[in-house]
């Protein structure tokens, strides 16, 4: 198995709760600084393709502006509703003074 990690920012440059647009390759992503650690999850709403950039952060979890839909942001699991499509996350490390994305293959 391959592991690749993906620079995406530097420590310091995200704002807690502050939804910052990347891409890698033609994914788009959003990062997060979320209990003090980073999340990285899909833009898109897994319910009707909303951009979640204009959803809210609520503590580790990230409500979709348009329906209400609200996805844990460490699991992707749609807490509301229950039993909702997930949300598709990726795994974050920091490596010395980067944030990065771990991509496994």
Known sequence: MGVSYIPVCRLGEIAAG????IEI???Q????QV???YAAFARECPHEAADLATGVVEGSRVRC???GYCFD?????C???KGGPPLT??????RGEEICIKLEW
Do not use: F, W, Y
Request: net charge negative.
């Open 79 to 81: 807490q509301l509703p």
């Open 65 to 67: 502006a348009n329906h």
């Open 73 to 77: 942001l460490t699991t992707g699991e």
């Open 35 to 37: 209990d003090g650690g």
């Open 29 to 32: 992503l959003l990062l997060v």
């Open 89 to 94: 996350t990726l795994p974050v490390e920091v």
């Open 18 to 21: 502050e939804l910052k647009p």
């Open 25 to 27: 390759g033609d994914r």
